[in-house]
């Protein structure tokens, strides 16, 4: 089993639809959990962070987590076309600062 | 958060060679990173550059493969020594933000080896 595992997609949305991005980690003791947004040839951007349970809302995203699933997703609400890109979720290494990246999930919002 | 910078940008070298890929950042910070992205995959951390001491390495990374210099609080080197195909990737820094849990990421240095 991977530590931190996401659908590689492509998922394709219409514009104007929410976007529903999936994570499951393995590390029962991780605390941080991060989504970034990856752009084709640009470096990873931070989107959100969240430690505790539940919902944690930012603009058009929302992080959502659950520790005793050990299942965290992102939801996009409103898609634009701008928003197509590669999604990675982070865990961090129980008891460090270290992060373990899923392999992403390449999102598409079509016009 | 912190402006990151990374030299040089993109690289082609032969294989045999070495490369020294620096990271700086416009503010101190106590945590920075150093981490490997190969084509098509997700990122994997090569090693954690502590400032005064030896670099920590993930398993799977080596010194004398990757050896790390952090001077000081805002700089980092990384190297590739003795390269090969195999070492094409992009290869980020990242530094710890004001909350240590989260990371921001410089933008990237993408290497080809021939």
């Known amino acids: 089993q991977k530590e931190v595992e996401q659908n590689s997609g492509p998922l394709s949305v219409p514009e104007g639809a929410i976007a529903s991005l999936n994570c499951t980690y393995s590390d029962r003791g991780s605390q941080s959990f991060f989504w970034y947004r990856q752009y084709s040839g640009k470096s990873p951007e931070l989107i959100m962070s969240?430690?505790?349970?539940g919902d944690k809302e930012d603009g058009r995203f929302t992080a959502q987590l659950n520790k005793a699933s050990q299942y965290v997703s992102l939801l996009i609400r409103d898609s634009q076309p701008s928003d197509s890109a590669t999604y990675l979720c982070?865990?961090?290494?129980?008891?460090?600062?270290?992060?373990?990246f899923g392999t992403g999930t390449r999102l598409k919002v079509l016009a | 958060s912190a402006v990151i910078s990374q030299k040089p940008s993109r690289d082609i070298c032969q294989r045999g060679t070495s490369l020294t890929i620096q990271c700086q950042v416009d503010s101190q910070v106590t945590m920075m990173f150093w981490y490997r992205q190969q084509p098509g995959q997700s990122l994997t951390l090569i090693a954690t550059a502590n400032q005064g001491s030896e670099a920590t390495y993930e398993s799977g990374f080596v010194i004398d493969k990757f050896p790390i210099s952090r001077p000081n609080l805002t700089f980092s080197t990384l190297t590739v020594s003795n390269m090969s195909p195999e070492d094409s990737s992009i290869y980020l820094c990242?530094?710890?933000?004001?909350?240590?849990?989260?990371?921001?990421f410089g933008p990237g240095t993408r290497l080809l080896v021939l």
């Open positions: 982070a865990v961090n290494r129980s008891g460090t600062y270290k992060y373990i």
């Open positions: 969240i430690y505790s349970n």
């Open positions: 990242s530094v710890g933000g004001q909350s240590q849990e989260t990371q921001y």
